[in-house]
C-alpha cells in the first residue's frame, strides 16, 4: 500500500474505534433530533453571519470552548456572569481576552424562539466552536450533544488552565492528568493557527530569559526582535499566532519549525525530541492534523460533561437559572 493509503486505512481504524467509546456516553450524536431538529443550522447560520462580519471571532469561539471544557468540564461555566456574592471565571484577569460572547448570546435565543428549554448553553458552545473552525477552512466534524449546564463558574478554577510559560513535560502531565494523549496534546496546540497573543503572554521570551539567556534561545532572531517591536507598544498589543490567523491550517506547526513560535509553550513542543515527531509530522500532512484535530476536539468536548440531575438547561447563558 502507498502512504496515503495506509494513513487513510488508519483513519478508518480510529473512526470505528471512536464510536465504541462514544456508546458508553449519555451524549448522542442525534440527541436533540426530536426535541430541537433544527439547532446546528441555526448555531451554523449565526456563526457564519458573525465570523463574515469580522473573522477573528472563530479564535475567540474556539478558545472559549476550551477554557470551558477544561474547567469543570463543558458546562457552559465559562459564559456565567459574575454576581455580587461571586466573581465568575470570565473575569479572572489573565483570561479577559475570551470573545465571542455576542455570539452564542444571539444563537441561545434564536434557539429558545424555536424549542425552549431544550438546548444546554453547553452544547451551543460546542457546536460554535465546532463551526468557528470550518468556517476559517478547517475539517468538519459531528460532535456528540447532550451536555448539562453547569451552576459553578468560580475565578479561582481558572489556575487549572495551561499558562503560556509551562514547557512540554509540564503540558503533557496537564493533559494526560485530563485523559489526553500527547498527539492529542500536539494536535489541541494546533488550535493556534487561529488567532492571537498578547505581548503579556510572550514577554517573558524577550528579556532575562534565563540565568543563561537574555531571549529565549529557540526563536528565531528576526522573529524575536518583531516581537519586541510588537511589545514597544504596551502588554496589551498582540501578534498572530501563526502566520495565517484567520485560516485553519497546519502553518502554526511549520512555523514551529523554523522558531516562529509565539508562546513558549508552542515553541517547547518542537524542542521536545517525544513531541517534535509528530509536530513534524502535522507539519508535513494538513489531512493527518485535521484528522487527529476533530478527534480530539470531539473528546475535549466530553471532558466532565453533566448528566441529566447533575445539570440545568440554562435559560439565560449568563447566569443559572
Ligand atoms: C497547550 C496549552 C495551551 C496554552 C498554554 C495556551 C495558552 C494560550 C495563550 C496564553 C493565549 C493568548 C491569550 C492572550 O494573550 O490574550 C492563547 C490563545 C488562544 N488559544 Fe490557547 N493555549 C493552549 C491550548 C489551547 C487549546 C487546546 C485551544 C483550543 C482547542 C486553544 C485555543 C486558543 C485560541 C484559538 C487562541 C487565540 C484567541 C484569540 O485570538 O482570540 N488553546 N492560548
Ligand atoms: C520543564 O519544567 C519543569 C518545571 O518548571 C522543570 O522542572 C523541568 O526541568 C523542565 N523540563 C525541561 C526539559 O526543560
Ligand atoms: C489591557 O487591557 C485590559 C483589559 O481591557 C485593561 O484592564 C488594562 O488596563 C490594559 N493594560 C494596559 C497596559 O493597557
Ligand atoms: C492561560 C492563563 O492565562 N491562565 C490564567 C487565568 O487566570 C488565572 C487567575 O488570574 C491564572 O492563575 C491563570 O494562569
Redesign the pocket.
Known sequence: MVPSQVVKLLMLIEVLMSGVRLGVDALSMNYYALSCPLVEPIVKNVVNQALSQDP?LA??L??M??HDCFIQGCDGSVLIDSTKDNTAEKDSPANL?L?GYEIIDQAKQMIENQCPGVVSCADILALAARDAVFFSGGPVYDIPKGRKDGRRSKIEDTINL???T?NTTA?VKM?GQHGFSVRE?VA??G??T?????C??FKHRLSHFDSTHDVDPNLDSNFAKTMSRTCSQGDNA?MP?DPTRNSFDNAYFNALRRGMGL?F?DQSLFADRQTRRIVNAFAMNQAMFFFNFQQA?VN?GLLDVKEDDEGEIRLDCHSVN
Open positions: 477573528t479564535a475567540g474556539l478558545r470552548h476550551f481576552s470573545r495551561p499558562a503560556p509551562l503540558l493533559f496534546l489541541l496546540s488550535a493556534h487561529l488567532g492571537a497573543a498578547r503579556s503572554s498582540s499566532l508562546l509553550s476536539m475535549m
